[in-house]
Every structure is written in C-alpha cells, then in structure tokens.
C-alpha cells in the first residue's frame, strides 16, 4: 500500500506543474491517469482478476480520482461499448445532453495528432467556451472534467498496447493511444453521469478508460 501511494504522489508531483490553469477541474486529469495507470499495472500483473463489486469497491479507495461506480455501471459499459455498431458518435448524439455539448465533446479528441501545446492551447479555449454557456451544473462541470482529461492524456497514457479506430462528426480511422483512452472516457462519463451524477461519471469514465487501455 506505502509504495503504491509513493507511486501516485510521484505521479502527481510530474503532472502538477503541467495544470490547465484556466480549468478548476485540472486536477481531475492527473488523478484520472494516475488511477488509470494503477489500475492498469496491477491488472497486467495478475493482482485484478476481473471487474466485480469487491474489486470496485477496493480500487475506488484506493486510487485519488474520487468517484463511484458499482458493477452494474461498469456490465452496462462494458456492453454498450462492445457492442456491435458501437460508435461514440451514436452514444453522443442520442444522448440527453445539450446540443452544445453534443457538438463539443467531439473536439475535445485530438485526432488530427497537432502538437500537444498546441493542441493544450485549443482545450485552454475550449475551457473559456464552456464557461460562457448557462449550462446545467452537472454538464459543466462533465465538460470541464472531459477537457482535463484529454488536456493531460497525451502524457499521461503508460498502458495501452495498439491503436483503435475512432469515429467523429468530422473523421473515422484510427487514433492514437490517448485518443483512444480519451474516447473511452467520454463514454463511460456519458453513460455514468445520467445514472446518478458527477461521482458516477467519473467512476463510469474510469471503467471506460481501463477497457479501452486494457484491450
């Protein structure tokens, strides 16, 4: 346990200085790779057997991002995202979310490969957008914890071992490992949030992550 939390301050501590200074949810996307990463490490060595509502529950104390998830959440996950047909764009669009969202949520993966500060500098933006829109609180804040976590991916994804194909308003085809991980994200926070709030869609987020990091 002492040298797993030494693991995850280092991991803050070479994060922290790379914070999205104009996001309040920054944060978010360091704890979230940091418990990807742990999560994902023990399962390649054997210490995680499967996703079940003992694992859960010990991982969920474990790791720093805060979050709730039960092993109801992570089936329903697991299914829609295996699913034959399966496409982001799908679960996007026919989502409840505002058409601000819909239409945002999207560019926030990085599947044009700009240059990570550049690409940072677009999220930096996207940011000041989000808090220009009289959104419900729950969706700003999904949105803000999105933009975090694709703002530190590109540093931050150890675990991954192959590509994924990608499917957006604007392009299909593969994608990078963080573009990857990053789209896993957005479904699991997509598919945890309307099921009982932000600490569900973190948790759904991670579950998303960790599928698509592990396959």
Do not use: W
């Amino acid at each position: 346990m002492k040298k797993v939390f030494m693991n995850v301050m280092a991991l803050l501590l070479i994060f922290s200085s790379k914070a999205q200074e104009n996001n309040p949810y920054s944060k978010r996307g360091i704890d979230y790779f940091a418990s990807l990463n742990i999560i994902s490490a023990d399962y390649q060595a054997g210490k995680v057997k499967e996703i079940n509502e003992a694992s859960l529950k010990t991982y969920s104390k474990l790791v720093p991002l805060q979050n709730q998830v039960s092993s109801e959440l992570a089936a329903n996950i697991l299914k829609t995202t295996k699913a034959p047909g399966y496409s982001l764009t799908g679960l996007i669009s026919n989502s409840s979310f505002s058409a601000f969202t819909k239409k945002m949520v999207p560019q926030l993966l990085n599947v044009k490969a700009l240059p990570r500060q550049e690409f940072q500098l677009f999220l930096c933006d996207k940011v000041n957008e989000v808090n220009k829109q009289a959104l419900n609180p729950n969706e700003k804040e999904m949105l803000l914890s999105l933009i975090a976590i694709s703002y530190h991916a590109p540093a931050s994804v150890t675990s991954r071992r192959s590509e994924c194909n990608i499917q957006t308003p604007t392009y299909s085809g593969p994608a990078s490992n963080d573009v990857c991980v990053t789209a896993g994200a957005i479904a699991g926070f997509f598919i945890g949030l309307p099921l009982c709030g932000i600490l569900c869609g973190l948790g759904g987020a991670l579950i998303g992550g960790i599928a698509v990091a592990l396959s």
